[in-house]
């Protein structure tokens, strides 16, 4: 992103990440949501802002090249050449958060970090590595959390893993050793705020709520990619995300569903049906709807917004993807 967006919102999900670390947690949080809702810059907040006694470390599981944008360190200043080590790795983000255990040994190298509280970060792991692994993988971070535990004899540790995809979520919940948690876009005061800060007008900035709702990556590809063209915006959406979707949604006999799903993603629940069930699978795996019944992050549930196409346990990932849906299925 060529501009510098200010930070807007999010003081609940920083608090509950900061209690998190305070505390320390054994279960690994596996934090999920929408693309584009903000997981990454939340993370990266965290570690810039924290002047706690804890050490974070933040890895972006897919960045590739650039050691210093795969691994943050937070709560310390850690020499340069420590990362430079493993800056031959490839691809980095992706290897590291694989062997967090010689990451933390590099960092301890430099740090005192026996006896203190260390928290892992561990952003877009189902992008890295992989829907199949992601049950390894929580797994394994949960007995490394004990391994790093007893080893430096961490006052606490805690550990949280993002993804943006709906099936991961699936995966992951059958198992008792993750936490799975939920992030949602922004709501509509923190959109407007972000749409104004970009130099929306009140109307575009409340049209674009209705559309994205809330989502602030949406927010900013229309104000910096489209300049505030909402229309141009859409388009791209459905000839991008929507138009592949609905075609296999077709070819495979599932309009009606998918139509029921768009009227109200809670059909799944009320009206269960195998066919039903398809369409969301596919919806899914596209990440255009997902199960938004976890805890939110920072307690409580998300309410249901039936008119931004949210439920009670299922939601459409923004608005713009069900009308769409609807569009390209009523022909
Ligand atoms: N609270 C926020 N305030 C301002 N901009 C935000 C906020 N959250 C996310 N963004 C911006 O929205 C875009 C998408 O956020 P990102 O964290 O990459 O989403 P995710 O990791 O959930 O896919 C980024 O450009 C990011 O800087
Ligand atoms: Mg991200």
Redesign the pocket.
Known sequence: ?AID??????GGELEALVRLVERGTYIPVFLY??????????L?ELVARWRGDAILVYIDAVEEERVNRAVLVGGASIAADALAALASIHPVGRVLATRIQSLVEAIAARLALRGRRLALLI??VTSALGVERIEWYLKYLQSLAETLAARYNLESIAVVA?T?EGVSFERVSRHTYARPRL?WN?DEK?AIE?AETLGADATTAENLYLVTGGN??A??DVAVSHGWRIDEWVEDVRLTRVEPAAAELMARGLTREALLLAEDPDALREEPDEKLMEAYRILLQRNLVMYKGAPLLHGGRLKPEPELGIGEYYAWQMPVYRKLVQEALRG
């Open positions: 992103m967006v200010p930070f807007v919102d999010r949501g929408p693309e584009g809702c903000g997981k990454t810059r939340l990266q952003d877009d993002t943006s992030i922004l923190a972000l602030p990556r927010i900013i």
